[in-house]
DNA sequence: AACATGATCAACT
DNA sequence: GTTGATCATGTTT
């Protein structure tokens, strides 16, 4: 019941190369603290949208009211809305105005896990935090959380120690543009990584 | 018209 | 168990 103790990374951390973040984001926790208590997850998957070259990334068309979060420093949260009912989280890296941004694909349920349940309408751990909108679901995030800093109180990334290992990296999953860059970064290893299939006991 | 998705269901191996 | 089609639904281009 204890909390999970250890360092929340600074902003250095999110202040270089976005695929260097998104690999080394891999097997921290991300956590967020609501009134019932913590919800955490360790980051199993994450993917990489760069600032140039990368038609894919929502900053590529240049500043909007939704992408506006994006283009602010490195360490800040970005949350968005896709086809209209999913939303996904993001954390934006790079000096302010690089619009560059890591997008949380996938975490392994730590804690909080019976809210994560009733966020996200299931019992199933092994899905709690599979996708991007499932793993926003879980946290209970909103676009109020957009602008919010990852060295909150609030809303914070933890090293714990764990050492990630076996760590793949691929092209992006469910874009078209820019398809053929290898910027998806996940755990071989876990069971709570997206675009497997695995059976569904528990 | 496309979109950084997910749930469901039919049909198949 | 796995694959593929379909749909839900709002915002941006």
């Given at each position: 019941?204890?909390e999970?103790?250890?360092?929340?990374?600074?902003?250095?951390?999110?202040l270089?190369?976005?695929?260097?973040?998104?690999?080394?984001?891999?097997?921290?926790?991300?956590?967020?603290?609501?009134?019932?208590?913590?919800?955490?997850?360790?980051?199993?998957?994450?993917?990489?949208?760069?600032q140039?070259?990368?038609?894919?990334?929502?900053?590529?068309?240049?500043?909007?009211?939704?992408?506006?979060?994006?283009?602010?420093?490195?360490?800040?949260?970005?949350?968005?809305?896709?086809?209209?009912?999913?939303?996904?989280?993001?954390?934006?890296?790079?000096?302010?105005?690089?619009?560059?941004?890591?997008?949380?694909?996938?975490?392994?349920?730590?804690?909080?896990?019976?809210?994560?349940?009733?966020?996200?309408?299931?019992?199933?751990?092994?899905?709690?935090?599979?996708?991007?909108?499932?793993?926003?679901?879980?946290f209970?995030?909103?676009?109020?959380?957009?602008?919010?800093?990852?060295f909150?109180?609030?809303?914070?990334?933890?090293?714990?120690?764990?050492?990630?290992?076996?760590?793949?990296?691929?092209p992006?999953?469910?874009?078209s543009?820019?398809?053929?860059?290898?910027?998806?970064?996940?755990?071989?290893?876990?069971?709570?990584?997206?675009?497997?299939?695995?059976?569904?006991?528990?």
């Amino acid at each position: 019941m204890s909390e999970i103790s250890g360092k929340i990374p600074g902003k250095d951390f999110y202040l270089r190369d976005t695929s260097e973040v998104a690999r080394d984001l891999i097997g921290k926790v991300l956590s967020r603290r609501t009134r019932d208590g913590l919800i955490s997850g360790r980051i199993v998957e994450t993917e990489a949208y760069l600032q140039e070259g990368d038609t894919a990334s929502h900053s590529y068309p240049g500043l909007t009211k939704r992408n506006a979060p994006m283009f602010e420093e490195g360490g800040t949260l970005y949350i968005y809305k896709i086809y209209g009912i999913h939303l996904c989280a993001n954390i934006v890296t790079g000096k302010k105005g690089s619009g560059s941004a890591v997008l949380i694909r996938a975490c392994e349920p730590l804690e909080g896990i019976s809210r994560m349940k009733i966020n996200r309408g299931t019992a199933n751990e092994r899905i709690l935090m599979k996708g991007p909108g499932n793993c926003a679901k879980a946290f209970g995030f909103s676009l109020n959380d957009n602008f919010k800093k990852l060295f909150s109180d609030e809303i914070f990334i933890l090293d714990d120690g764990y050492s990630a290992y076996g760590i793949i990296e691929s092209p992006r999953i469910g874009i078209s543009k820019s398809a053929e860059l290898n910027l998806r970064y996940f755990m071989k290893a876990s069971p709570f990584v997206s675009g497997k299939k695995f059976s569904i006991r528990n």
